[in-house]
């Protein structure tokens, strides 16, 4: 079966520009967490989905992040105007629904920020 | 807001001992524990989790325990083998709150052949 997909699995942009990243979580799975993983600030939370909606965006650190989801499935976060800390590997994970508990990651994608 | 603190931040122990990691946490709120494996270049892998109204749980070889009271709990172990070699990472949520995980800072074990 199919797991957390993401993508890119990498992306080297520069200084400035905008960045899209892509995540399909597991088929059925009604709950969407992104988090942030980098060296300085470990593993973060950023935005929570239940279906389309983002009921909690309390981890989005600046106006320059943003998410959706639509049809209750693939995900995508926008980074505008990108700084060289938001260099870090972003992590998707999906779970059956935020009570089943149990959410299940995808391999994130890593962005560098020259 | 939640804070989890996991100790140690590495470990090194032979095959065949056994490895134990703790974690502390803040909020008497948060009621899901879960346990993951991080190896190079993967995304965290879950392991095994436990719920605020048990107070132990064993798979196999990895068992976690849980201590409400203290606001602590950890991951035990046994017979290590050198593919448990990885980044291990405690977590806290709160499932009646949609349950974003807060993590630990994790554990690098090194198990050495």
Do not use: M
């Not at chain 1, 993401?6 to 080297?12: A, R």
């Not at chain 1, 926008?78 to 992590?91: G, K, M, W």
């Not at chain 2, 470990?11 to 709120?29: F, H, M, N, P, R």
């Amino acid at each position: 079966g199919a797991g957390v997909s993401q993508s890119p699995s990498n992306k080297v942009t520069e200084k400035g520009k905008d960045v899209e990243l892509r995540c399909d979580p597991i088929s059925g799975h009604t709950a969407l967490y992104w988090y942030r993983q980098s060296l300085g600030q470990g593993l973060e939370f950023l935005i929570y989905f239940q279906g389309n909606s983002a009921p909690d965006k309390s981890g989005l650190p600046s106006d320059r992040f943003s998410a959706e989801r639509t049809g209750g499935s693939v995900s995508t976060l926008t980074i505008q105007r990108t700084q060289q800390e938001d260099s870090a590997v972003y992590l998707c994970a999906s779970s059956l629904s935020p009570s089943s508990r149990a959410q299940h990651f995808g391999d994130g994608t890593r962005l560098s920020i020259l | 807001g939640e804070n989890v603190e996991q100790h140690p931040s590495t470990l090194s122990v032979q095959e065949g001992d056994s490895a134990v990691i703790k974690c502390t946490y803040s909020d008497s709120a948060s009621n899901y524990f879960p346990w993951y494996k991080q190896e190079l270049g993967k995304g965290p892998q879950l392991i095994i989790d436990i719920r605020s109204n048990v107070g132990e749980k064993k798979d196999q070889r990895i068992a976690v325990t849980l201590n409400k009271t203290a606001k602590h709990f950890s991951l035990h172990i046994t017979e290590t083998q050198p593919e448990d070699s990885a980044v291990y990472f405690c977590a806290a949520s709160n499932y009646n709150q949609g349950g974003k995980l807060i993590f630990g800072q994790g554990t690098e074990l090194s198990v050495k052949p």
